[in-house]
Nanobody, 120 residues
Framework: QVQLVESGGGLVQAEGSLRLSCTTS????????VTWYRQAPGKQRELVAD???????KYADSVKGRFTISRDNAKKSAYLQMNELKPEDTAVYYC??????????????WGQGTQVTVSS
């Protein structure tokens, strides 16, 4: 069973930076789309950034110019570089990846989430 493990969250002051990582727990064959979501208390989960298998990206308007999604296919990992953080970026951040394996074909997997807290 494929598992995604996020890391890199924490407490940071406004205007600071954090880099989130999302790694797989085992060797996987093909990672298609990778998406970062976040969910703030009392709010719905929202898409933050997305990268397709051919490296096309899209971002939520609220993070454009501040966040950058990237991936390292050799390391089977994805990243979210977050700069100029704002208190409204405070949320639990989740990694989602569509991964192909011989056992299950293409399937979506979720990480457990990592807390990002931005203080003013």
């Amino acid at each position: 069973q494929v598992q995604l493990v996020e890391s890199g969250g924490g407490l940071v002051q406004a205007e600071g930076s954090l880099r989130l990582s999302c790694t797989t727990s085992r060797t996987v064959f093909v990672i298609n789309t990778v998406t970062w979501y976040r969910q703030a208390p009392g709010k719905q989960r929202e898409l933050v950034a997305d990268m397709s298998g051919d490296a096309n990206t899209k971002y939520a308007d609220s993070v454009k110019g501040r966040f950058t999604i990237s991936r390292d296919n050799a390391k089977k990992s994805a990243y979210l570089q977050m700069n100029e953080l704002k208190p409204e970026d405070t949320a639990v951040y989740y990694c989602n990846a569509n991964i192909w394996t011989p056992d299950h074909g293409s399937k979506d997997y979720w990480g457990q989430g990592t807390q990002v807290t931005v203080s003013s």
